[in-house]
């Protein structure tokens, strides 16, 4: 089992910076092979998956963060971070912690980023 807690959501300017980390409760050899990646909702939009990382370290983002946010991970402290430069008005949303091992998916609660002058 594997729980996961984001913490770093809040309201940003156009153009500010915001890191989200998402901690996960479980053994760090498990947590070396979990594939980890941001999700985000919006309101009344389905929700999107914005950032990957794989347990190898490669990394992939949607079209619209490219350049902008960074995903990394620090396998020694169970922990996945999403840099965000840049920001926009439409980055936001719920975002959303999630990690996959073979069949197994896990959420966390999800934090809000709001971008508003």
């Known amino acids: 089992q594997v729980r996961l807690v984001e913490v770093g959501g809040g309201m940003v300017q156009p153009g500010g910076s915001l890191r989200l980390s998402c901690a996960a409760s479980t053994s760090e050899t498990l947590f070396n092979m979990l594939h980890m990646a941001w999700y985000r909702q919006a309101p009344g939009e389905t929700r999107e998956l914005v950032a990957q990382i794989y347990s190898d370290g490669t990394t992939d983002y949607v079209d619209s963060v490219k350049g902008r946010f960074i995903i990394s991970r620090d396998n020694a402290k169970n922990r996945m971070y999403l840099q965000m430069h840049s920001m926009k008005p439409e980055d936001t949303a719920v975002y959303y912690c999630?990690?996959?091992?073979?069949?197994?998916?896990?959420w966390g609660q999800g934090t809000q980023v709001t971008v508003s002058s």
């Open positions: 999630h990690a996959s091992f073979l069949l197994d998916l896990y």
